[in-house]
């Protein structure tokens, strides 16, 4: 709290002026877009790697390649609807 900007004795407001010209602190809230962007990019990468492994060893392509689905679309959704509800406050 001792960083924070105090009044002293003098008053920001301009007498000639209608609207007080100064200085504060700008708090920018909301959703950190840039981590959930690589979290996406994360489970996209996870989900691929999931599913070649799953095709290789099983032999099963369409096996695999529905998991890597799976595990893209669950995350995505959840985060998506994360967000919606951090807009709506």
Do not use: Y
């Not at 007498?15 to 996406?40: T, V």
């Not at 369409?62 to 509800?85: D, E, N, R, T, Y």
């Amino acid at each position: 709290m001792d960083r924070l900007p105090k009044k002293l004795q003098e008053s920001i407001q301009n007498s000639r002026e209608p609207l007080p010209i100064g200085w504060g602190i700008h708090i920018i809230e909301g959703p950190n877009r840039s981590a959930i962007f690589w979290m996406l990019v994360l489970f996209v990468c996870m989900s691929l790697f999931a599913s070649c492994m799953w095709t290789v060893l099983k032999g099963d392509i369409q096996g695999g390649f529905g998991i890597g689905a799976w595990m893209v679309s669950v995350p995505s959704v959840m985060m998506l609807a994360f967000v919606f509800k951090w807009s709506d406050d």
